[in-house]
């Protein structure tokens, strides 16, 4: 492509050959953009449908679509300097930089991140879901924390303890803690039985 371009560059008169210097770099800003903007389209599309399929919630979707958007954009604007003959020395600058906040920040943030990336793991693999009763357990032959599951967001899973949501307990246990200890599920007249230690206790 860069031969044609130059045998091209030589073939044209002057005037036409400096405004192909300015066209092509030109176009290729154009091109990444529009592939940029296609690769966030398609990111649309396989993030609703795996929300659809597993039942992510929405905050949840909205935000993987923020990180995967952020990411997408920085490396086209990078690109995209690159071909307009930003050095490579100040573009390789530039992206060290980036890594090196991303990577602060990650670690900043990493009991957050694991809560995020647990939350996925707790819809995509049907652990659990709103409304089943769950004890989480420190040991195996020792009563744990137990409830029935009210709410999942993306860094609390929340059980309803005893009572109900106007008068009673809840307990907000990080995602995370799932995937540290053994989980319990209730079933059929176990469940029953848990409802009725629930209306009963303080």
């Not at 398609?42 to 949840?60: E, Q, S, W």
Request: proline share 3%; hydrophobic share 50%.
């Amino acid at each position: 492509m860069r031969k044609l371009i130059q045998a091209l560059h030589d073939w044209l008169p002057n005037w036409a050959a400096d405004w192909l210097d300015i066209l092509v770099p030109a176009a290729e800003v154009v091109m990444i953009g529009l592939g940029a903007w296609l690769l966030m389209r398609l990111a649309h599309k396989l993030i609703d449908r795996i929300t659809g399929k597993y039942g992510l919630p929405v905050n949840m979707a909205s935000l993987f679509l923020r990180v995967v958007g952020a990411l997408v954009y920085v490396g086209a604007l990078l690109w995209a300097l690159e071909r307009m003959g930003v050095s490579g020395a100040v573009l390789w600058t530039a992206f060290t930089g980036f890594a090196t906040v991303g990577a602060v920040a990650f670690f900043a943030a990493w009991s957050v991140l694991s809560n995020l990336f647990c939350t996925l793991l707790i819809y995509t693999t049907r652990s659990f879901r709103i409304g089943d009763t769950v004890e989480l357990l420190d040991a195996g032959d020792k009563p744990g924390m137990k409830g029935r599951v009210v709410d999942i967001n993306p860094v609390y899973t929340t059980l309803l303890e005893s009572g109900d949501l106007q008068n009673g307990t809840t307990l907000q246990l990080p995602n995370s803690l799932f995937f540290q200890r053994a989980v319990r599920r209730w079933h059929g007249t176990a469940v029953a039985q848990v409802a009725v230690d629930q209306q009963g206790g303080p």
